[in-house]
């Protein structure tokens, strides 16, 4: 899965940024017969539909000519929101002081789950505050990481 990843990263990233968008991250989630693809996207000036439609009609006709995803798949677009999903040890970094919440592909000290204050990162490992522990979390371990929203 992490070959087709980085196989997609490479290949839609340069378009959405031709676009003058950035792109925050990928979702690449295969189940049985039904695939989704999901593109998040950022800009300084927020996101709005049109933005989605615009990159997804290219990514569209950019993944019809290259066709990476043999099988029938689902394309989204969509801006991060609020509890946007942390992908990168740099999109951690840039959120230090912010309350996740992270899922782990395996457990570590018992527990795949943790919700927490980000209060760094060391080397590849994202320092994550739980009550009175802190944990060195290593990036490649992380499943999914989601900015908990603040009202």
Known sequence: MAGKQTELEALLVPGIESLGYQCWGI?????????????????????????????????????????????????????????????????????IGEQVKVKLRSPYEGRRNFQGIIRGTEADEVVLQVDDHEYLLPIDTIDKGNIIPRF
Request: proline fraction near 4%.
């Open 27 to 95: 979702e690449y989630l295969s189940q049985g017969r039904h695939t989704l693809l999901r593109v998040y996207i950022d800009h300084a000036d927020g996101i709005d539909v049109e933005a989605c439609a615009a990159v997804s009609r290219h990514l569209s006709g950019l993944l019809d000519v290259e066709d990476p995803i043999s099988n029938d798949y689902t394309l989204e677009v969509s801006s991060p929101g609020m509890d946007r999903p942390l992908f990168t040890l740099e999109q951690y970094q840039a959120h």
